[in-house]
């Protein structure tokens, strides 16, 4: 690591004691291992947990690309990369540059190694910065998450680990019932793509799938759309609905029971016998065959026109 001064801006006296940079003299000193505040008998994880801990904290893209940040996110990065070249072996940073400055230590193969390390340690950063909201999007996006991740060295177990946290499991419910409510209403067989294509990326949304609140929200969706269409409900549709549901082992035909649905089905019913009285009985006997329970009127019309 180059030896600099600390910078006449680096506000290590008058700022407040909120200002993340009010305390940064540990940055300016000759020991890499003061530098990254770790012990000389730290351990490799240590040393890489402090290193990622001040990186996420003194980014410069945390904080508007400040020069302090710059500079220090700098010294972090020299501090990690002298410690890894040397094996622990300099006492000092100052010691550490002269045994760089003599050529006797550091080759062209370590120096393109601290580079790739460093280069590594970047995009891990940046690949969790994005994780879960934009990492959980979708399965395309997840996979291809997943892949990059195991390039960079991390396991399966550590990104399941991740994926099972509080945080990405809300991200992927909120996401999971909000594609439920968008398109499995109209189209049940989408759910069944939208469910495999999320297991093949490595995510079984079956604990989801099993939750009271799926069931409530397709419960609430189909309702909606009863109200919401009105008279021109297609109650053939409806039970197209409930049967394809079923095959998900969700049984829908309660919801007949419910006031509007019933509302709908007899309204339909009575302009069938109005408009089309041919129609009208093969009609309610299809529907009585899906478990559809006919007012006393609609019953009379019936046995009338048998």
Same mark, same amino acid.
């Not at 990690?80 to 002269?98: D, R």
């Not at 969790?128 to 999007?137: A, Q, T, V």
């Not at 759309?225 to 549709?237: A, H, K």
């Not at 309660?254 to 309204?267: A, G, P, Q, S």
């Given at each position: 690591?180059?030896?600099?001064?600390?910078?006449?801006?680096?506000?290590?006296?008058?700022?407040?004691?909120?200002?993340?940079?009010a305390?940064?003299?540990?940055?300016?000193?000759?020991?890499?291992?003061?530098?990254?505040?770790?012990?000389?008998?730290?351990?490799?994880?240590e040393?890489?947990?402090?290193?990622?801990g001040?990186?996420?904290?003194?980014?410069?893209?945390?904080?508007?690309?400040?020069?302090?940040?710059?500079?220090?996110?700098?010294?972090?990065?020299?501090a990690?990369?002298?410690?890894?070249?040397?094996?622990?072996?300099p006492?000092?940073?100052?010691?550490?540059?002269?045994?760089?400055?003599?050529?006797?230590?550091?080759?062209?193969?370590?120096?393109?190694?601290?580079?790739?390390?460093g280069e590594?340690?970047?995009?891990?950063?940046?690949?969790?910065?994005?994780?879960?909201?934009?990492?959980?999007?979708?399965?395309?996006?997840?996979?291809?998450?997943?892949?990059?991740?195991?390039?960079?060295?991390?396991?399966?177990?550590?990104?399941?680990?991740?994926?099972r946290?509080?945080?990405?499991?809300?991200?992927?419910?909120?996401?999971?019932?909000?594609?439920?409510?968008?398109?499995?209403?109209?189209?049940?067989?989408?759910?069944?793509?939208?469910?495999?294509?999320?297991?093949?990326?490595?995510?079984?949304?079956? +604990?989801?799938?099993?939750?009271?609140?799926?069931?409530?929200?397709?419960?609430?969706?189909?309702?909606?759309?009863?109200?919401?269409?009105?008279?021109?409900?297609?109650?053939?549709?409806?039970?197209?609905?409930?049967? +394809?549901?079923?095959?998900?082992?969700?049984?829908?035909?309660?919801?007949?029971?419910?006031?509007?649905?019933?509302?709908?089905?007899?309204?339909?019913?009575?302009?069938?016998?109005?408009r089309?009285?041919?129609?009208?009985?093969?009609?309610?006997?299809?529907?009585?065959?899906?478990?559809?329970e006919?007012?006393?009127?609609?019953?009379?019309?019936?046995k009338?026109?048998?």
């Amino acid at each position: 690591m180059s030896e600099k001064s600390v910078p006449e801006s680096s506000p290590t006296n008058e700022s407040s004691k909120d200002d993340i940079f009010a305390n940064t003299e540990q940055f300016y000193s000759d020991d890499p291992y003061e530098v990254l505040d770790v012990s000389r008998n730290a351990d490799l994880r240590e040393i890489k947990t402090a290193y990622r801990g001040l990186q996420k904290k003194y980014h410069p893209d945390l904080h508007n690309n400040d020069s302090r940040a710059v500079d220090i996110t700098q010294r972090i990065v020299e501090a990690y990369q002298a410690i890894q070249v040397e094996g622990k072996t300099p006492k000092t940073k100052s010691e550490s540059t002269k045994t760089r400055t003599s050529g006797a230590t550091v080759s062209m193969e370590d120096q393109a190694k601290m580079w790739e390390e460093g280069e590594k340690q970047q995009e891990l950063y940046y690949l969790w910065n994005e994780f879960p909201h934009y990492s959980l999007s979708s399965p395309g996006v997840y996979k291809a998450f997943r892949e990059k991740a195991n390039k960079l060295g991390v396991t399966d177990d550590e990104i399941t680990e991740k994926v099972r946290s509080p945080k990405a499991q809300e991200v992927l419910r909120s996401s999971f019932l909000r594609k439920v409510a968008s398109f499995c209403v109209d189209h049940p067989e989408k759910y069944r793509e939208f469910f495999k294509s999320w297991r093949e990326a490595g995510i079984n949304f079956k +604990k989801f799938h099993e939750a009271p609140i799926f069931k409530e929200t397709l419960e609430r969706e189909i309702l909606r759309e009863c109200t919401s269409i009105g008279i021109t409900f297609n109650p053939d549709r409806f039970l197209e609905f409930v049967a +394809k549901w079923k095959e998900f082992g969700l049984d829908f035909s309660y919801l007949m029971d419910r006031w509007e649905v019933k509302h709908i089905f007899e309204t339909v019913a009575y302009n069938i016998y109005e408009r089309s009285p041919e129609d009208f009985k093969p009609t309610v006997e299809k529907w009585m065959n899906s478990g559809w329970e006919p007012s006393e009127s609609i019953m009379a019309k019936y046995k009338k026109a048998s």
